[in-house]
T-cell receptor, first 113, second 110 residues
Framework: GAGVSQSPSNKVTEKGKDVELRCDPI?????LYWYRQSLGQGLEFLIY????????KSGLPSDRFSAERTGGSVSTLTIQRTQQEDSAVYLC???????????FGNGTRLTVT | EDQVTQSPEALRLQEGESSSLNCSYT??????LFWYRQDPGKGPEFLFT???AGEEKEKERLKATLTKKESFLHITAPKPEDSATYLC???????????FGKGTKLTVNP
């Protein structure tokens, strides 16, 4: 069985450009999470989806960040007008029902130059 | 505010030298405590879930225990392949959001 898949694995972009990060969760998992991990820091919660709706967007750092999920499956995290402080590893995780353990992908390493 | 604090931040052991990692938490109405292992360049990998004080879970050289205020991850006779960052997390009260500690980076020298 495939795990959580994230693409791209690495992304280098110039300051001010928009980027899209993709997450393919484990089939059948209804809950999907995005976290951010900066060098030497812990995992910072960004957003949580149950199905296609996002009951908790409290972690999105600014209105430059948005996310959507379609068909209860694939999710896209979009960062507009990227800034250098956006450089981090963006991790996606899925869970069977939101109460079960999270299964993480290997992340997208974003570098803003 | 719900918080998760892990100690020590880093731990170096010799192969075979047993030790424990600590995770203390403040959350109202604990709905589980999760332990993860993270290798460099990888996402966290699930290890254990503990739900109630007194509960213990084991996997190979790892044993996790839970009290009302903290959890311990005991490592018995570690091997170099146990080197990783170990993370603990709890659901924030009233939500499905997992709050993570900053982790303990374990290095086991041969």
């Amino acid at each position: 069985g495939a795990g959580v898949s994230q693409s791209p694995s690495n992304k280098v972009t110039e300051k001010g450009k928009d980027v899209e990060l993709r997450c393919d969760p484990i089939s059948g998992h209804t809950a999907l999470y995005w976290y951010r991990q900066s060098l030497g820091q812990g995992l910072e919660f960004l957003i949580y989806f149950q199905g296609n709706s996002a009951p908790d967007k409290s972690g999105l750092p600014s209105d430059r960040f948005s996310a959507e999920r379609t068909g209860g499956s694939v999710s896209t995290l979009t960062i507009q007008r990227t800034q250098q402080e956006d450089s981090a590893v963006y991790l996606c995780a899925s869970s069977f029902d939101g109460n079960s353990p999270l299964h993480f992908g290997n992340g997208t390493r974003l570098t803003v130059t | 505010e719900d918080q998760v604090t892990q100690s020590p931040e880093a731990l170096r052991l010799q192969e075979g030298e047993s030790s424990s990692l600590n995770c203390s938490y403040t959350v109202s109405g604990l709905r589980g405590l999760f332990w993860y292992r993270q290798d460099p360049g990888k996402g966290p990998e699930f290890l254990f879930t503990l739900y109630s004080a007194g509960e213990e879970k084991e996997k190979e050289r790892l044993k996790a225990t839970l009290t009302k205020k903290e959890s311990f991850l005991h490592i018995t006779a570690p091997k170099p392949e146990d080197s990783a960052t170990y993370l603990c997390a709890v659901p924030q009260g009233g939500s499905e959001k997992l709050v993570f500690g900053k982790g303990t980076k374990l290095t086991v020298n041969p």
